[in-house]
Each structure stands twice: as C-alpha cells, then as structure tokens.
C-alpha cells in the first residue's frame, strides 16, 4: 500500500542507488540549496570559538572529539579546524580527533578533498570508521554512517542542517480522530504521485502524537528524537556538548515540508531523487526527547546567538584587513544574509545540550569558589 511520507522522503534522500545525498548532494551556490557556513567563513569560525570557549569552561579536558552529523562539504569544519590552527596555542595540551557522521559516499568523498587533500584510507582494520584520514592542520579525522559507530569519549557535537534532513512523519486531525498522511499514486495522471490519508489510525498515529497536541496537522520526526536520545545519554556519561543549528520551531508549525531544487521551491513528490527535502526541526520535541539526561539552552535565533559570539567585530576586523572593494562588499553581503530578520536571522536557530553542571553546581550547598561562566551565544561571549 501507500507508504508513509517518512518512508519516502528517506528513500527520495539516501536510498543507496537513487538518493539526493546519495547522487547529488547539492549544497553550495552551484548546487540546489545554499547553507551558513556556505556563505561565509565567519560563521565557522564563531562556532569553532563556541567549542574551544566550551572547553575551557569545563575544565580544559585533555582530550576532545568533535564529532559532526551530516557535514556537506565539509566547510564548516573546514573553517573551525582553521580556528583551531590558529587558537593551538590554547589547545596546545589537548589531543583532539575529528569524527564525521554521513551516509553519503559522494559527499564523504568531497569532504576528504576538501579537509585532508584526499590523504585518506578506506575501511581501515582496526576502526568502526569506514574512512579515515589527516587533517591539512595534522589532527585525525574518521567517517561513519552512524553516531553509534562513534567510538565514546569527551565528545562535542555538532549539527547544522542535519535534522531538517531527517525523515518526518506526517499527520492530520480528521473528524474521525488523527490519520497519516501517505503517498499514493495518482489514478488520474500516470507517473504522478499525490497525498492520501490512511483510512484508520497507522502505528505512528498511535505512537508519535503527544496527548496534549493542539495542532490540526503536525509533523514528527522520530529519527531526530532517537538521535537526540543518543546524544543526551552519550553527553550525560562520557560529557561534553552539542550544538544543533537549523530552522525551525518550538512546537507550534504545521506543514512545513518543502523541496528546494536549483534554489526553487520544488513540488515534495515530482522526481523524487532529484530535489532536497526538508522539513523544518520541532526543537520543542527535541527538548523532550533529551528527556532530562541533559540540560538543553534555545532556541536562540541565529542573528542573537552569532551576535554574542562577537561576529559584529569579527567584521570589523575583516574589513580593515581587506584593501579592495569588491571583497569588502562580499564581506557586507554574507553578513546581511547570516543577520538579517527577513533572510536567515530569525528563521534559523541554535539549541544545545549541556551537561548539568555545565549550568547548576552540582552541590548548591557548597559556595561555589566562583561562579560558573555563561555558556557563550546564549550569553554574550567572555573570553578572557
Ligand atoms: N551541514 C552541512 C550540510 C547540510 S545537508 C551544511 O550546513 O552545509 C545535510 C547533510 O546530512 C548532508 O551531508 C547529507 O548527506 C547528510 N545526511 C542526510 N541524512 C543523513 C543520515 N541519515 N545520516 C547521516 N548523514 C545524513
């Protein structure tokens, strides 16, 4: 029968023949969707000052992985190894390894060009990483098709623009009680698909909608909730943090499932394969499905959180350094599309997870010597 709209839009992203990701991939300005990090080398660069300020507020850990879902091309990570590079004197002591999660082969291979210059080995013996390599700044990077394949430790997370490409489920609120929303063919038109709703309650309906719901149509995204799981229990016992920036909501959207296909919205069900497809993050369900192993911060909007992470001087620093025009109003412009309300300021968020302690003292009987410092881009960064 009909599948789900979840079964489709993950057969339509990675099914391992005909995939987006899988054959396509396209982020970048040549590709089908445009991302932060693509835009501008600031945004990497704030976020790599995000996990070192994080290190050092939990006690300057002797060893750290940073472990990335759903990398792209790799250019986020480029520019927050850069950082690294240049902050080495901080994290002198420190050993760190860099671990990337995608289920792209093509992708993964982008990345490897763009982080090691391809120096990388396949299926190494001795590792659950199906590729491994060096970075261009010398620290070890690994690949895996999933987070629980990552070998446990100290860990920092991060994630942008991973869930909205998770599988979401889709359901309405009918006189006869919730029923999912499925793909069916369409009788009238061949070779066309179109939206039908299952005929009583599926075991998602039963499974995924909270009690309480308000909403007439809702959209669950229980692989974001499985993977959050994991990241909360992970944090919770071996410690660290992660970092999850994407657009979305608290709770309160309903149909919000697109396709983006040469920078054009594209119809969700016309070849399937070709188009990205997306859904916006419910952080609200994110939040619950820490389910308190961790404490969690945000949603914060992008242009607050990149505000208190200092970019209105980082800016600055970049215009003075930079003699001809052209460069300074590329500079101007990238800033625009990251702050702007109307572009992705408002729309795109951040949300963490936190141990907690990294927030309460775990003893609120004992005077704390001194007081915890604010966790930065929530709060204004104070680095000393
Ligand atoms: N973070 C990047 C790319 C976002 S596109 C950026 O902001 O530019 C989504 C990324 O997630 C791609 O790398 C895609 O291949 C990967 N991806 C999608 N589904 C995945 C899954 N189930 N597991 C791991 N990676 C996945």
Redesign the pocket.
Same mark, same amino acid.
């Given at each position: 029968g009909p599948p789900a709209v979840a079964e489709y839009m993950r057969e339509a992203?990675?099914n391992p023949g005909q995939g987006y990701?899988t054959r396509r @991939?396209g982020?970048g300005e040549s590709g089908d969707f445009i991302? $932060? %990090? =693509?835009i501008s080398q600031v945004f990497g660069e704030l976020i790599g000052i995000w996990y070192i300020s994080e290190w050092m507020a939990m006690g300057k850990p002797s060893t750290f992985q940073l472990v990335e879902? @759903? %990398?792209?091309?790799g250019? +986020?990570m480029e520019d927050i190894l850069r950082v690294f590079k240049q902050l080495a004197s901080v994290l002198s002591k420190c050993d760190v390894s860099v671990h990337l999660? =995608?289920? $792209?082969p093509k +992708?993964s291979e982008i990345q490897a060009v763009m982080l090691t210059g391809r120096k990388v080995q396949p299926n190494p013996e001795d590792e659950s990483a199906y590729m491994k390599g060096i970075s261009k700044t010398g620290i070890p990077i690994f690949w895996y098709?999933?987070i629980q394949d990552v070998p446990p430790g100290y860990s920092f997370y991060l994630a942008? =623009?991973?869930f909205d490409? +998770?599988p979401i489920h889709k359901f309405q609120q009918t006189e006869k009680g919730w029923r999912e929303v499925l793909v069916d063919i369409d009788p009238e038109v061949p070779d066309q698909l179109r939206f039908v709703l299952s005929p009583s309650r599926t075991p998602a309906t039963q499974n995924f909608i909270q009690p309480e719901e308000t909403r007439d149509h809702v959209e669950v995204c229980p =692989?974001a909730g499985v993977i959050v799981q994991r990241l909360a229990s992970r944090i919770e016992k071996d410690g660290g943090a992660a970092l999850v920036a994407d657009y979305g909501h608290d709770g309160t959207k309903t149909d919000t499932f697109r396709g983006f296909r040469n920078h054009k919205l594209h119809h969700v069900l016309s070849a399937p394969g070709t188009a990205d497809l997306t859904a916006d993050v419910d952080f609200s369900y994110l939040r619950k499905m820490a389910q308190g192993k961790t404490a969690t911060l945000g949603p914060i909007k992008q242009r607050e959180f990149l505000k208190n992470m200092g970019i209105d001087l980082r800016l600055q620093v970049l215009l003075q350094n930079s003699g001809d025009t052209a460069t300074r109003e590329q500079l101007l412009h990238s800033y625009d599309m990251l702050m702007n309300p109307k572009k992705m300021g408002d729309c795109f968020n951040f949300f963490a997870l936190l141990p907690h302690h990294r927030l309460v003292h775990p003893d609120k009987k004992d005077k704390p010597k001194s007081p915890l410092p604010p966790v930065a881009g929530f709060n204004e960064l104070l680095l000393k």
């Open positions: 992203l990675t990701y @991939g982020v991302t $932060s %990090p =693509e879902l @759903g %990398p792209g091309k250019t +986020l999660v =995608e289920v $792209s +992708l098709r999933d942008h =623009e991973f490409a +998770l =692989e």
